[in-house]
């Protein structure tokens, strides 16, 4: 059974930064990529990050890119986001996700491909 736990949510003020953490257990963490996903209310969940397994390729959606950095640490089994100059449309639950498949080489942006998710941790940006 995988697990993902995230942390590092929080309340912030418009500017300001954050680092979100993903740690997994259950798995072979460095076979698999990972992503970061959020929910704001009434809207749904959509993509935000990805790193690809071995950690040498990343993508972003277009609304973070230059303000977010996804990054892993295998020999922690964490995965991470810094979020730098955060907005308040950012306010949602962010959620990291596991990949289905192991040594994926496609870059995986879709929910659907992903097959474990953490239970969200909440970030909340004030103007």
């Known amino acids: 059974q995988v697990q993902l736990v995230e942390s590092g949510g929080g309340l912030v003020q418009a500017g300001g930064s954050l680092r979100l953490s993903c740690t997994a257990s259950?798995?072979?963490?460095?076979?698999?990529?990972m992503g970061w996903f959020r929910q704001a209310p009434g809207k749904e969940r959509e993509f935000v990050a990805v790193?690809?397994?071995?950690?040498?390729?990343?993508s972003y959606a277009d609304s973070v890119k230059g303000r977010f950095t996804i990054s892993r640490d295998n020999a922690k089994n964490t995965v991470y986001l810094q979020m730098n100059s955060l907005k308040p449309e950012y306010t949602a639950v962010y959620y990291c996700?596991?990949?289905?498949?192991?040594?994926?080489?496609?870059?995986?942006?879709?929910?659907?491909?992903?097959?474990?998710w953490g239970q969200g941790t909440q970030v909340t940006v004030s103007s």
């Open positions: 790193i690809m397994w071995s950690g040498g390729s990343t």
């Open positions: 259950g798995r072979t963490f460095s076979s698999y990529t």
């Open positions: 996700a596991v990949d289905t498949v192991p040594f994926n080489i496609v870059v995986v942006t879709r929910l659907s491909r992903y097959g474990y």
